[in-house]
């Protein structure tokens, strides 16, 4: 089992800049592709950026350009770097991993945290 969970939300002035942090914990598995979703009110969760697990990435048309999405394998951490930040931008952020155990008979299974808070507002 994995535990996923996401640190660096909260209120920002629209232009700001924000990173969000998602940490895994568990034991013997190791991470494959990485990825930030997010889901504002009365919308559907949406896909915000991907990461493998050698740091090939996938962004978002609505946030090319002002996100960026990075890991650190040895620390099994993903962040999400947002600048220049929209009042659209203002959602909550799931942080989900794909993860394969090490010990028999060698499952992989995808993991989503609990969510962090954004909220863009002046």
């Known amino acids: 089992q994995v535990q996923l969970v996401e640190s660096g939300g909260g209120l920002v002035q629209p232009g700001g800049s924000l990173r969000l942090s998602c940490a895994a914990s568990?034991?013997?598995?190791?991470?494959?592709?990485m990825a930030w979703y997010r889901q504002a009110p009365g919308k559907q969760r949406d896909l915000v950026a991907t990461?493998?697990?050698?740091?090939?990435?996938n962004v978002a048309d609505s946030v090319k350009g002002r996100f960026t999405i990075a890991r650190d394998n040895t620390k099994n951490q993903v962040f999400l770097q947002m600048n220049s930040l929209k009042p659209e931008d203002t959602a909550v952020y799931y942080c989900n991993a794909d993860a394969t155990s090490l010990r028999w008979p060698f499952r992989s299974n995808n993991y989503w945290g609990q969510g962090t808070q954004v909220t863009v507002s002046s």
């Open positions: 568990g034991s013997s598995f190791r991470l494959g592709t």
């Open positions: 990461i493998s697990h050698d740091s090939s990435t």
